[in-house]
């Protein structure tokens, strides 16, 4: 199977700062990378598609500025949570889809992220 | 609006009890149909994978059929055991390459 990893696997920061968190396809190279959202106790929510070498699609209610995506290359993908708060407090979840594997997508373990 | 519901919430069984979980979706044109577990604080592991041609799939254990008339699909555990206790996630996806929508999950707790 191909592997996702996340980087990190948990976070902690202050109010007010910005943390990053990396995906990489480690064996396939991810045309297309998805970025979810999990709540205790919730499910998964898509946050935004991002495709290599273009800008992130963000779902409704997503703020684009607030949550900065960038997928430079074929196996790498960051989002950035800019001027954090305690209510973006979560699981943050990526996908990734390659040509060889268009119709499934891989998941990487996962960044908690605590905002103090 | 496309939606994926996940019957029963909850579930408890003694072991080696054969169980079924329930997924339901609002749009019969899916193009692709998962199954997930999830252990408490972690990542995703992907069960099965049912395509919109296929019917059913196996792994071990495990069975997920797929009735796209009737928008329903459903994984059956066979012989279960405490190790399987987990959040079982299904997601659609609607096109090629497209997001997949999740269902809430059912938290399954085999009891030994």
């Known amino acids: 199977g191909a592997v996702v990893s996340q980087h990190p696997s948990w976070v902690i920061c202050k109010s007010g700062t910005s943390v990053k968190i990396e995906c990489r396809s480690l064996?396939?190279?991810?045309?297309?990378m998805f970025w979810y959202r999990q709540f205790p106790k919730q499910s998964l929510m898509l946050m935004a598609t991002s495709n290599e070498g273009s800008k992130a699609t963000y779902e409704q209610g997503v703020e684009k500025d607030k949550f900065l995506i960038n997928h430079a290359s074929l196996t790498l993908s960051t989002l950035t949570v800019t001027s954090a708060h305690p209510e973006d407090s979560s699981f943050y979840i990526c996908s990734a889809s390659g040509w060889e594997k268009e119709n499934e997508q891989f998941f990487g373990p996962g960044t908690r992220l605590t905002v103090l | 609006k496309q939606e994926v519901t996940q019957i029963p919430a909850a579930l408890s069984v003694p072991e080696g009890e054969n169980l079924v979980l329930n997924c339901s979706f609002t749009?019969?044109?899916?193009?692709?149909l998962q199954w997930f577990r999830q252990d408490p604080g972690k990542g995703l592991t992907s069960l099965l994978l049912i395509q919109s041609s296929q019917r059913e799939q196996t792994s071990g254990r495990l069975n997920a059929s797929l009735d796209k008339s009737s928008g329903r699909s459903t994984l059956y555990i066979a012989a279960s055991q405490p190790g399987d206790s987990a959040t079982y996630l299904c997601?659609?996806?609607w096109g090629y390459g497209n997001k997949l929508v999740f269902g809430a999950g059912t938290i399954l707790r085999v009891k030994s």
């Open positions: 064996d396939f190279q991810a045309t297309t």
């Open positions: 997601a659609c996806s």
């Open positions: 749009d019969s044109a899916i193009y692709n």
